[in-house]
């Protein structure tokens, strides 16, 4: 059992940055796909981006693209999402997600979730 622990939400002006943090417990992101996904308010969750462990793929929602980068830090068992040149529009809950390393864009391929974290961007 993955328990995911996700950190590094939090409040920032648009054009701001942030960079979200998944740790797991209980077993490691080897040979597991890790997403990252959000629901914003009244919405939704929608899939934001990916990392397979095999070949360590990436990839992402064209809303994203070019803003956002998702990377693995193996020996510290986390998962990280750098956001830059964030908008209003991206103010959600992130949630992140590990699956078999098939998973892709669907929530249902991914297994275990953690409990969320707060993005806001103000205008």
């Known amino acids: 059992q993955v328990h995911l622990v996700e950190s590094g939400g939090g409040l920032v002006q648009a054009g701001g940055s942030l960079k979200l943090s998944c740790a797991a417990s209980g077993g490691t992101f080897r040979s597991y796909a890790t997403g990252w996904f959000r629901q914003a308010p009244g919405k939704e969750r929608e899939f934001v981006a990916a990392?397979?462990?095999?070949?360590?793929?990436?990839y992402y929602t064209d809303s994203v693209k070019g803003r956002f980068t998702i990377s693995r830090d193996n020996a510290n068992n986390t998962v990280y999402l750098q956001m830059n040149s964030l908008k209003p529009e991206d103010t959600a809950v992130y949630y992140c997600?590990?699956?078999?390393?098939?998973?892709?864009?669907?929530?249902?391929?991914?297994?275990?979730w953690g409990q969320g974290t707060q993005v806001t961007v103000s205008s």
């Open positions: 990392i397979r462990w095999s070949g360590g793929g990436t």
């Open positions: 997600a590990a699956g078999s390393d098939t998973s892709g864009s669907y929530m249902v391929e991914y297994d275990y």
